[in-house]
């Protein structure tokens, strides 16, 4: 094929030309020549695209911006390119990652919110348009090799499903490779991979030193070397993003045992400390001011003492989970420098996709499962001492206190999902791409957003914005390119009006000013206030921080800011606001599909990895689970349908050949209920009924078991688990994948020894409502918590 120009590259794909020369009857012919092939490239000099996105980093976490975690990799990769002060994302996760692979605003990529919350509305129905082509599409199409490593939290929920459909999926997005994980956390320990669309199970146990982030490196680094090995004149797309540090914060305790004792004087200090480091850096201006703690969050000198070893504890951990991350993507980088490509790769650090979280209450938690099903009661003083050397384990699954969160945000107010202040949307990045930028060691403070990555990728690579993808019309990006910036530090902006709207927190960016209003506190399940009821704040151009509302003396220029943040609104789907809570956690009066509808659901013995989202939901209700199986001479062991894992779940099984039903309550307790003899050999129904107690929610009941119709065996479950097992863990038919449920058995060896030919879950049709007592507040904070 001939060289493509910039005209050519406006259509995708490119459209091939058709052979127009004349026409010989034999190959012998001496005339009988033809132009050679030509495979599909970029424009020459097009360099390889890392980008490296963290999960729930804030601005003052990563030594690179000043903070307490040490990041040599970040450090390095900025002392040898460009840290961006002024970056900015949309305080959230599914958002800001659809925000960054398509160049778009996350409400006209339909990704107003998480996936698990999506109504019709445009803004917020999760459904990326087809005009919006994503990033690696583009690439792919002009010639890249693309692969995804890590999270995707894109995927609309009625989707995730083993049987898709798959466009909303990476391979769907334009990757040609993708591992990693679907949804909004996982157990890295014990995560649900897949490989493209396929789910595989981990290479190794965590007592073989298993750890999704060592893994993902090591897959991504294998695929680099394959793709260079085999295109080596073939530029690559690699987008990185592991789960960390997300919560569960999981780390090795190596790697938490260094931070051991660096925060006994808590995150009020630890502020001051970070915002002391960030001058001396030169990442904040010398006179920017440290914002003042929020009435909200409780200072650490009001903690109680005895808490306060396991506070400092939860910090540690995370502090030792970002350096393990850094330490992993550092091995990244290191591979691209021993492949001599590191110079000709253009790499993006963001260092989170929002603030830092604040979803982890207010005195943090060691199973966030605990936290988010509202039984914290549980989670008393006295157990979370009892188990603190067991944090950041594989027996946790725990998440830090909101003062933590708040302290990774300095200098900015508020965190996480809070988009009107920068403490939800400020987030370190770093440019590194030694063939392109000729200056090193550089900080640059120009206004810029996530969305401006992708126009930045497509000038280095020397690509249009394509005007039609696959036959449909694009819409224009919404980003601008940072390559102005590159090696221009004075350069003017040219980023100059953002909104932000996350849950009805919003604001305007605009030449400088800033007007803000929060609606809502992540960790407070308070009623909302009207809209018009919200106070707006004003901010100045000479005000960093956010430190010094002028609303009140220059309401002229809050209100013309105020009109901007409506007419943006309009513009980009923002409209309309929503801050329903029940309505949204309800698929059918948000207006999304939903897998499962109805009291009854029938699955087959091949079916697994199966999310809460494609189970009926047996919680708060009675409810039977009827199995047909075929049973070896040898006898019965293994598990016939699991729901969860070790920090919660049912699992109906074959222990000794007998039948067996564990309740796994919050991974505290395990109810277990045996059937007095073995199954016979030959063709079974096997049968559990629960009736529950009623009386509330989590409340607990009574398990018989059945053979044949014949009862075999019974036993109480004293309490359960009312909301929702895992935001990862998964149902599976003949085997219990990832974590077990029950200790009988192990990760390796769940897998049912004769065969389930069906299984049928029932719930009594009396207490088909009995969920609607879940308090609306208490659904939406779980959903929210997921992501």
């Known amino acids: 094929m001939p060289n493509r120009t910039t005209a050519d590259r406006e259509v995708l794909p490119i459209a091939d030309a058709p052979y127009d020369g004349p026409v010989y009857e034999d190959a012998k012919d001496p005339n009988a020549t033809f132009a050679p092939i030509e495979p599909l490239r970029p424009p020459a000099g097009a360099p390889n695209v890392l980008i ?35 970056f900015h994302t949309t305080a959230l996760c599914s958002p800001t990652r659809q925000a960054l692979l398509t160049g778009r605003n996350h409400h006209s990529v339909g990704m107003g919110g998480i996936t698990e919350i999506a109504t019709s509305a445009p803004g917020y129905n999760s459904i990326r348009p087809n005009t919006t082509a994503p990033l690696a599409e583009t690439l792919k199409l002009n010639g890249y090799a693309t692969a995804q490593f890590g999270k995707c939290h894109e995927v609309p929920v009625w989707e995730t499903s083993p049987m898709g459909p798959f466009s909303a999926w990476p391979t769907g997005s ?99 400390r970070t915002f002391a480091r960030q001058k001396e850096l030169g990442v904040i201006p010398p006179d920017a001011e440290l914002t003042e703690r929020p009435a909200e969050i409780p200072a650490w000198d009001d903690m109680p003492d005895d808490l306060k070893p396991v506070l400092a504890r939860q ?11 850094d330490h992993h993507v550092g091995r990244l980088v290191d591979a691209l420098s021993e492949l001599e490509i590191l110079d000709d790769t253009l790499v993006y650090y963001v260092i989170g996709d929002n603030g830092a979280s604040a979803e982890g209450t207010p005195n943090g938690c060691f199973n966030e499962l605990v936290v988010l ?317 629960f009736t529950y107690d009623g009386g509330g929610l989590g409340k607990g009941g009574t398990v018989t078991l059945y053979v044949d119709g014949a009862e075999v065996g019974q036993g109480r479950v004293d309490g359960t688990v009312p909301m929702l097992f895992s935001a990862d863990e998964t149902t599976d038919v003949g085997s219990d994948t990832a974590t077990p449920v029950s200790d009988d058995y192990g990760p390796r060896d769940s897998a049912f020894t004769g065969t389930v030919r069906w299984v049928q879950l029932d719930i009594d049709e009396a207490a088909e409502d009995a969920d609607h007592l879940v308090p609306p507040e208490e659904r939406f904070r779980i959903a929210m918590a997921r992501q």
Not at 315 to 325: D, I, K, N, P, R
Not at 507 to 514: C, L, Q, R, S, V
Not at 576 to 604: C, H, I, K, M, W
Not at 654 to 666: D, T
Request: hydrophobic share 35%; proline share 6%.
């Open 373 to 689: 099903n509202g039984a914290f009661d549980l989670e008393t003083t006295e157990f979370m001492i009892s188990r603190i050397d067991d944090f950041g384990t594989p027996a946790a699954y725990n998440h830090y206190a909101v003062g933590w969160a708040h302290a990774m945000d300095t200098p900015y107010q508020w965190t996480k999902q809070i988009a009107s202040h920068w403490g939800g949307t400020r987030n370190g990045t770093i440019v590194h791409w030694p063939n392109g930028i000729q200056a090193r060691g550089e900080t640059r403070s120009q206004f810029h957003h996530v969305i401006d990555v992708a126009p930045t990728v497509l000038e280095a690579a020397g690509l249009p914005a394509p005007l039609s993808v696959n036959g449909v019309r694009q819409q224009p990006l919404e980003g601008v390119s940072m390559a102005y910036s590159f090696d221009d530090g004075s350069a003017a902006d040219r980023h100059t009006t953002q909104y932000f709207e996350m849950f009805c927190n919003r604001g305007i960016y605009h030449d400088g000013w800033t007007a803000v209003t929060r609606h809502s506190i992540p960790w407070m399940a308070t009623e909302m206030p009207a809209f018009e009821d919200d106070v707006w704040e004003l901010y100045g151009p000479d005000d960093w921080t956010q430190a010094h509302d002028r609303a009140a003396d220059q309401p002229e220029k809050l209100a013309e800011l105020q009109a901007l943040f409506m007419s943006e609104a309009r513009k980009y789907n923002v409209l309309p606001l929503d801050d329903r809570r029940f309505e949204r956690f309800n698929p059918d009066l948000a207006g999304r599909p939903q897998l499962v509808r109805g009291t009854s659901q029938l699955l087959y013995g091949s079916m697994g990895r199966l999310t809460e989202n494609s189970i009926v939901a047996l919680k708060n209700r009675s409810h039977a689970i009827t199995a047909e199986v075929s049973v070896p001479h040898g006898g019965a062991n293994g598990v016939i349908i699991s729901q969860g894992g070790a920090f919660g779940g049912f699992v109906l099984y074959a222990k000794e050949g007998r039948p067996a039903y564990c309740y796994n309550l919050f991974g505290l307790q395990q109810f277990k209920v045996y059937g007095g003899e073995p199954i016979p050999a030959g063709e079974h129904q096997v049968r559990m009924e």
């Open 315 to 325: 910090m540690e951990v995370y502090a030792g989970f970002l350096e393990h991350t």
């Open 174 to 272: 334009g990757f040609e490779h993708f591992y990693g994980f679907i949804g909004g956390e996982t157990n890295q320990y014990a995560p649900a991979i897949y490989r493209d669309t396929v789910p595989i199970e981990q290479p190794k146990t965590v007592d073989e030193g298993y750890h999704f982030t060592e893994d993902m490196t090591d897959q991504a680094i294998d695929w680099i070397k394959q793709q260079k090995a085999l295109m080596p004149d073939k530029p690559f797309f690699v987008y990185f993003a592991p789960g960390a540090t997300h919560a569960p914060h999981h780390v090795p305790t190596e790697w938490s045992d260094k931070y051991q004792g660096a925060f006994d004087d808590g995150w009020d200090a630890l502020r001051e």
């Open 52 to 86: 490296v996105l963290l999960d729930d980093t804030g601005f003052g976490a990563s030594s690179a911006f000043g903070g307490p975690c040490s990041t040599p990799t970040a450090e390095r990769l900025a002392n040898e390119g460009l840290r961006y002060n002024r």
